[in-house]
Nanobody
Framework: QVQLVESGGGLVQAGGSLRLSCAAS????????MGWFRQGPGKEREFVAA????????YYADSVKGRFAISRDKAKNTVYLQMNSLKPEDTAVYFC?????????????????????WGQGTQVTVSS
């Protein structure tokens, strides 16, 4: 059983930075990709960023490109999301997700259904 635990959320002023972490435990040996999604108040969950676990190729939503950076530490089975120049519209619960089946490479890294496991989420609030 895979468990994903997010941390690093909190309250920050607009223009500030936060770094989210997601530690994976369990069947991590066959990880193909990890991603970050978010769900703002009254909104549907949306793709933020993803990283191919083996080669490290990264993918971003247009809304965060140039401000957010995803990275991974394979030894620690951890993925990070560095968020800079935060805006109030970045306020959301942020979820990490793991793909163990390789579906992200065939379907899309942006598609929720391509991921097999999800964390519980961490709240990020950006004040204006």
């Amino acid at each position: 059983q895979v468990q994903l635990v997010e941390s690093g959320g909190g309250l920050v002023q607009a223009g500030g930075s936060l770094r989210l972490s997601c530690a994976a435990s369990g069947l991590t040996g066959s990880c193909d990709a990890m991603g970050w999604f978010r769900q703002g108040p009254g909104k549907e969950r949306e793709f933020v960023a993803a990283i191919a676990w083996s080669g490290g190729t990264t993918y971003y939503a247009d809304s965060v490109k140039g401000r957010f950076a995803i990275s991974r530490d394979k030894a620690k089975n951890t993925v990070y999301l560095q968020m800079n120049s935060l805006k109030p519209e970045d306020t959301a619960v942020y979820f990490c997700a793991e793909d163990l089946s390789g579906a992200t490479a065939f379907i899309s890294y942006k598609y929720e259904g391509a991921y097999d496991y999800w964390g519980q989420g961490t709240q990020v609030t950006v004040s204006s």
